[in-house]
């Protein structure tokens, strides 16, 4: 049973002066998004700006940012679910079954994290074209995925390996398969660590920048690269905007991580430590 901390009132004060320090940068974004233009390049900062939706109303009549907003969530959230309908039983593989190689698997997976993104861009360009998967949201989904499904495998499984083995060896005793365990008694228990695994996978996938670069043209353009549209041409860089539609794209982030920030925090304590 876990017990709940107890906080002095100059510790109270601490942590709120900290939470309101590390809200600065958001707010502040948030005030450049809402400014004029002319307030944002004026000469003489403006410590009280004006705020105005000025900018809200572009963006929106002159691009099609819901468009990219939808094509974000979707590619993210795809992704995601790919990673995990793969990763949960590749990382259950690796962590109960016990077979030459295990060990050597497991590095090699997580090694593909490290490899620089620009050594296959071009392979990745040429495959999806013959694959007639340029511009679409189901390349940005394949490449998100593929991008993140190692981290996701081997942190699930950093969990999995702290489940006792003896619950498995009950549940066969009861008759249960591989894939039942896996479903009712696995999943349930590292749960945490599939949330993480998850909104990690999720951020990597929303900041990844090159390969959607490469891959959306125009119909598949997520917001971030659809950034680049507000610091180019005769308007120049249109730092209002570009705000904006940053804090369109962390705002998901902020309120996913928010949302589940109880099983999250338990998922980055729990684990971490195995290999």
């Not at 590749?90 to 030459?100: E, G, P, S, V």
């Not at 690269?225 to 962390?250: E, Q």
Request: proline content about 5%.
């Amino acid at each position: 049973m876990s017990r709940r901390v107890e906080f002095s009132p100059w510790s109270r004060v601490v942590l709120w002066i900290w939470g309101a320090v590390c809200l600065l940068p958001i707010i502040y974004f948030a005030t450049v998004a809402l400014r004029p233009r002319n307030e944002i390049i004026a000469p003489v900062p403006i410590y009280f700006p004006t705020i105005s939706t000025e900018t809200w109303a572009k963006i929106w009549a002159e691009w099609p940012i819901g468009n990219y907003f939808m094509n974000s969530m979707i590619a993210i959230s795809g992704s995601v679910f790919i990673c995990l309908l793969l990763g949960v039983p590749a990382a259950y593989a690796l962590a109960r079954y016990k077979f030459k190689g295990n060990e050597d698997i497991g590095f090699y997976i997580l090694s593909t994290k490290m490899m620089a993104p620009a050594a296959v861009a071009i392979p990745i360009f040429v495959l999806f074209g013959q694959l007639r998967m340029l511009d679409t949201i189901w390349a940005l989904m394949l490449v998100y995925a593929a991008m993140n499904l190692s981290i996701v495998v081997w942190i699930i499984r950093s969990y999995m390996i702290d489940i006792p083995h003896e619950i498995e060896d009950a549940a066969r005793t009861d008759g249960a398969s591989d894939l039942r365990i896996l479903w009712e008694i696995i999943i349930p228990m590292c749960l945490p660590g599939i949330i993480t695994a998850a909104v990690i996978a999720a951020i990597f996938a929303m900041n990844e920048y090159l390969f959607t670069l490469i891959i959306a043209s125009k119909n598949a353009y997520p917001l971030s690269v659809a950034l680049a549209n507000f610091s180019g041409g005769s308007d120049g860089i249109i730092y209002n905007a570009i705000a904006l539609v940053g804090f369109l794209a962390f705002f998901p982030a902020l309120l996913l991580v928010i949302l589940i920030q109880n099983h999250l925090s338990r998922g980055l304590t729990m684990g971490a430590v195995k290999g």
